[in-house]
């Protein structure tokens, strides 16, 4: 089935694919999980939604702060070389 609609002026390259990753990019931005958005999308591989994910940094943000490690925290005092021993 061929479905032929006019593009808008000013448009250049237009691609219906083109709104299939709009759409999965938005799921992506809000949060949707990839295994949801894969079969959302009707894709049989993870790895071809893994490309949205760079869309959405913010799953990274709530893992970030999950380990301290010493050499950076400031509100910790270190105990010195001499003692440690």
Not at 11 to 32: C, E, I, M, P
Not at 71 to 82: A, D, N, V, W
Request: hydrophobic residues 45%.
């Amino acid at each position: 089935m061929q479905i032929n609609l006019a593009v808008p002026d000013g448009v250049a390259n237009f691609k219906w694919h083109d709104l299939r990753h709009t759409w999965a990019s938005w799921h992506a931005q809000a949060g949707t999980p990839l295994l949801v958005l894969k079969d959302l999308g009707g894709w049989e591989r993870i790895e071809m939604v893994q490309k949205y994910t760079h869309l959405a940094p913010s799953h990274l943000a709530a893992h970030a702060d999950a380990v301290n490690f010493w050499s950076i925290s400031e509100q910790e005092e270190k105990t010195p070389l001499c003692r440690a021993a």
